[in-house]
Every structure is written in structure tokens, then in C-alpha cells.
């Protein structure tokens, strides 16, 4: 009687194995790409509670908002805090919605109002803004890196300043 196994035993466990073990890297891959999309959503949660907050704190809210820059595919995001960058996070192939409308390629700005609503501007305000903004407002910004796998950030105005990643 022989001992070990036959060729077709063989093949049929390497078979096995290869079918797990595409199937795992794509779950893997997946979840991989979905984790950066939430880490991204969180940067940038963080950095507009931040700009609401330091805003809020001194009533100063033209000195603190958030830069936004895109460069083909790619979007650069930085917290600005009397004209001096303080945390920055890249987007790298990513699409970046702000409430339904896909971003363009010229710099933007995002300011809160004495009132804690957001609001976009392609301009930096100056001093005597009049906070006019009812057609600047927005409340959802998505990061998308595919169909299926995306971010929101909701930002409510009551309580101000209440920011949620969904």
C-alpha cells in the first residue's frame, strides 16, 4: 500500500487555495481602500470642527477656514489659521462632492458664519464680509473613491458646529 497523496488530490487542494486566497486579497483590497476613505473623512471632519471652534473662540471667523485645491485628480486640504497652514491632507484619485456638485478645478475656501452654518467661497473674505450667504451654504461634503465606496460629512447647524461622518 503507497503512502502520500495523488496528483489529483494535489492539484485539487492548490485549486482550493487559490480560489481562498483570491478571494480574500479582493476583501482585503476593498477594505483596505475603504479605510483610507474613512481616515480622509475624519482628517477633514477634524479640521472643520477645528475651523468652527477657533472661529468661535476668538469670534474671528475669517481667519480660520479651510483651503481646498485641486490639481487634476488630486485635491490638497488644508486648515488655515491666520494665513498659516496647520494640518493638510491630500485626496490622490479621489472626487470630492460638496452638496451634490462635483468640485472644480479653482480654489476654494470653506468659512463658518457667526451663526455656525458653512459655507463655500471662491475668495477669501476680508474683514468687513457681510456673512450674506444663504446661496454659499452647504451641509454635506462626500469623498468618493469608487461607485460603491464613499464618505459623508454632515455638518448641522443646530447645535453649530455639530459635525458627523456617515
Known amino acids: ?37 474613512d481616515s480622509k473623512a475624519d482628517e477633514i471632519a ?3 470642527k ?4 477657533n ?13 481646498i485645491l485641486k490639481n487634476g485628480n488630486n485635491y490638497e486640504v ?7 497652514s ?5 485626496l490622490k484619485d479621489y472626487e470630492l462632492i460638496i ?3 462635483v468640485f472644480d478645478s479653482s480654489t476654494k475656501y470653506i468659512y ?12 477669501k473674505i476680508e474683514e468687513d464680509y457681510d456673512y450674506n450667504i444663504d446661496d454659499k451654504k452647504f451641509s454635506d461634503i462626500v469623498i468618493k473613491k469608487t461607485e460603491n465606496i464613499s464618505k459623508k460629512i454632515h455638518i448641522d447647524d443646530m447645535p453649530p458646529g455639530n459635525i458627523t461622518v456617515d
Open 78 to 84: 488644508s486648515l488655515i489659521n491666520h494665513g498659516n
Open 55 to 67: 472661529g468661535n473662540k476668538e469670534m474671528n471667523f475669517k481667519d480660520y477656514y479651510i483651503e
Open 112 to 123: 463658518f458664519s457667526p451663526k455656525g452654518e458653512a459655507f463655500l467661497s471662491s475668495e
Open 99 to 101: 452638496e451634490g456638485k
Open 50 to 53: 477645528d475651523t468652527y471652534e
Open 46 to 48: 477634524s479640521m472643520l
Open 1 to 37: 500500500m503507497k503512502k502520500g497523496f495523488t496528483l489529483i488530490e494535489m492539484v485539487i487542494v492548490v485549486a482550493i487555495l487559490g480560489i481562498l486566497l483570491s478571494v480574500s486579497y479582493i476583501n482585503f483590497t476593498r477594505l483596505s481602500v475603504k479605510s483610507k476613505v
Open 86 to 90: 496647520i494640518k493638510k491632507t491630500d
